[in-house]
């Protein structure tokens, strides 16, 4: 038996002149009568050469790196209600607002009504809902008991709200930006890769599917990746979703990074050996292939001869950093800018007022003392007048 070794080292692609290169070229052209090496089916390889019955099929999928739970988007903080939950606890809020306000403007309790604005009532409220406690102390049992109800609808919604947020925080869950490759074009966030000049590659690029061909043209990325271990180092430092068969999984046990599925299955490809157009080896082939599929012989091979793991990389530290702190930091500035706002604001109105309760003051003063001028004059004349008569 006489075999060739290919002139270059690939399988085999179709180049921009129509013709194939590698093993693949090789069978066209008649170089060589077969493959001794299975390849994947491909549309472009099944109209240059013929193949043999499937040895196995591989179902692709896009792998990313697990992301990061110390990121938290900016709804993370209401995502522990919903829109209704939320909503129904601002219309609580408003509605015991309400009823404290009219408990304390009850005619029996006239002598309050002054003390207590319907804005100071509200914001006792919230103070409530917030765990602030509350200065209103009245020996009115209704007053009391719509204090208590604010207190107990406050404790409810906190300890739903922190439950949730809790577990939501220690729960280990793989939640995936997308997890179609519709999601992945919509997402935009990744670059998409698989090995250089491989079965994949070309698959996508000759591809007919209209999803496929928009992920090859616009998120396929400029560097790919030669081997496995440098497709999960890409994973790992970069945002890129590596196109490998669902298989490609037990590859990352010694991975620096948590690597998860991130899609369900796109496609499917079959591995076959190639062989030349019409051979009439190729029933011969088909015969002894199928019997090593009926016997387990193909699964036996699968299992010992597919690598369990790769090369050791080196693992990193993943530390926090200051992105992953930027929604907790804008909150606290954010409600310091607002407070300072307040305050100037308060202190601005506090002063006009201030100079508008003095004004009428000074008036008055004026008023006064021009009455009593008057008044003296008028009781000289009275006098001198009088003093006349007399005399």
Known sequence: MKYSVPKVN????KTENETWTGMIGMIEQGE?????????ITQGRAQAVDFTMPLLDFGYTLFIEKPNPYKMAWNSLISPFTLEMWWTSCVSLIVITIFLWLA???PLYNNNKHHHTLTDLLMSVIGIFFQQGNELCHQSISIRIVILTATLTAFILYAGYSATLLSFLTTDVDEMPFRSLQEFLDDGQYKLGCIKDSAE???????EDPLLQRAFTEQMNNELPETNEKGIEMICNSSFAFLAPEKFILLMSNATCNIRVATHRLFTMYLSFPIQKNSPYRKLFDR?????????????????????KINTIEENWISVGIKE??????VLLVGAVISIIIA???????????QNNDKPVHQNRRR??????????????ILYNTGLQLA
């Open 201 to 207: 590659y070309f698959f996508l690029r000759d591809s």
């Open 344 to 354: 100037l604001v308060e202190k601005l109105l506090n002063r006009k007022t201030k």
């Open 104 to 106: 304390l403007h009850h």
């Open 10 to 13: 690939s399988w085999g692609w």
């Open 32 to 40: 060589v009568h077969m493959g001794a090496s299975a390849v994947f």
């Open 325 to 330: 702190t930027v929604l907790a930091t804008t």
């Open 288 to 308: 002894s292939i199928h019997a090593l599929r009926r016997n387990g012989m193909l699964i036996k091979l699968w299992t010992e001869v597919w690598p369990h």
């Open 368 to 381: 006064g003392r021009r009455r009593t001028y008057s008044r003296k004059v008028t009781d000289k004349e």
